[in-house]
Nanobody, 122 residues
């Protein structure tokens, strides 16, 4: 099992940027894919972005592609989500995810972070 500690988030204005961080421990970090999900008020949890074990493969939800960037630093056992040009529609609790596989799959086992709030006002 992986323990995930999230940081970052907060309240910003539309058009601003934020960076979320997620530090992992408990397994060899470079062995598995990492990702981010979010849950807006009154909605289900949705996929945001994922990055493969090597960092060479990334995947994004259409709604965030070209605005968000996922990256990983294996030396720091940390995954990041750089969020640019934020809008009110990005308001949600953001969850870090560690997958039980080298690449993201909807069938992957997942260890979750506790979540961090991102609020974007217009």
């Amino acid at each position: 099992q992986v323990t995930l500690v999230q940081s970052g988030g907060g309240s910003v204005q539309a058009g601003d940027s934020l960076r979320l961080s997620c530090a992992a421990s408990g397994r060899t970090f470079s062995d598995y894919a990492m990702g981010w999900f979010r849950q807006a008020p009154g909605k289900g949890r949705e996929f945001v972005a994922a990055i493969s074990w090597s960092g060479l493969t990334t995947d994004y939800a259409p709604s965030v592609r070209l605005r968000f960037t996922i990256s990983r630093d294996d030396a720091e056992n940390t995954v990041y989500l750089q969020m640019n040009n934020l809008g009110p529609e990005d308001t949600a609790i953001y969850y870090c995810a560690a997958f039980g596989s080298a690449y993201y799959s909807t069938d992957s086992e997942v260890d979750w972070g506790r979540g961090t709030q991102v609020t974007v006002s217009s």
